[in-house]
Nanobody, 114 residues
């Protein structure tokens, strides 16, 4: 079955960096576009970044443009989210999603302290 397992979250200071990973299994990874979403306490889940199946095109939320980079390694069945210049408002649970079929990972907590 489809499984998405996020890792790499944690506590970081304002201006710091983290790299999230999402390991996929149970499907042919290279056939699907993938996304990262986040949900802060009391807020709706929002799209952070998307990447097409071969990585040729990416899309970002305005709030993270220029700071976050989504990438993928189809040989490793993994999608990444490099997060730089982190701000307290980036604090959230970050989720990996396979766009087709709406499959979600369990999420990984990112906390940015001021």
């Amino acid at each position: 079955q489809v499984q998405l397992v996020e890792s790499g979250g944690g506590l970081v200071h304002f201006g710091g960096s983290l790299r999230l990973s999402c390991a996929a299994s149970g499907f042919t990874f290279s056939r699907y576009a993938m996304s990262w979403y986040r949900q802060a306490p009391g807020k709706e889940r929002e799209m952070v970044a998307e990447i097409t199946r071969l990585g040729g095109s990416t899309t970002y939320a305005d709030s993270v443009k220029g700071r976050f980079t989504i990438s993928r390694d189809n040989a490793k069945n993994t999608v990444y989210l490099q997060m730089n210049s982190l701000k307290p408002e980036d604090t959230a649970v970050y989720y990996c999603k396979r766009n087709a079929g709406g499959y979600w990972g369990q999420g990984t907590q990112v906390t940015v302290s001021s």
